[in-house]
Nanobody, 120 residues
Framework: QVQLVESGGGLAQAGASLRLSCAAS????????MGWYRQAPGKQRELVAF???????NYADSVKGRFTISGDNAKNTVYLQMNSLKPEDTAVYYC??????????????WGQGTQVTVSS
């Protein structure tokens, strides 16, 4: 079993910064990709950013230039540095990981979510 534990959410004013962390633990071989999704009230969950084990990154257009995803493979941890926050960034942020749990066997895991609220 794999657990993803997020931290770092909270309340921030527009223009401020927050940093989210997500640490994976449990029994697995390796992690291929870790990413962040978010879901605002009444909206579908959307991809924010992801990073591969090799360090390749991808961002939603809405956060490019403001958010930075990074990872520490040794710690099985991914970070999301969020700068220049906007009220529309308000959402529950979920960590997601594509985990190699056994030979040629991958599974997706999700964290419990952390609330980010940006006030204007």
């Amino acid at each position: 079993q794999v657990q993803l534990v997020e931290s770092g959410g909270g309340l921030a004013q527009a223009g401020a910064s927050l940093r989210l962390s997500c640490a994976a633990s449990g029994s697995f071989v390796s992690i291929n990709i870790m990413g962040w999704y978010r879901q605002a009230p009444g909206k579908q969950r959307e991809l924010v950013a992801f990073i591969s084990r090799g360090g390749s990154t991808n961002y939603a257009d809405s956060v490019k230039g403001r958010f930075t995803i990074s990872g520490d493979n040794a710690k099985n941890t991914v970070y999301l540095q969020m700068n220049s926050l906007k009220p529309e960034d308000t959402a529950v942020y979920y960590c997601q990981a594509d985990v190699v749990v056994a030979f040629i066997m991958n599974r997706d895991y999700w964290g419990q979510g952390t609330q980010v609220t940006v006030s204007s």
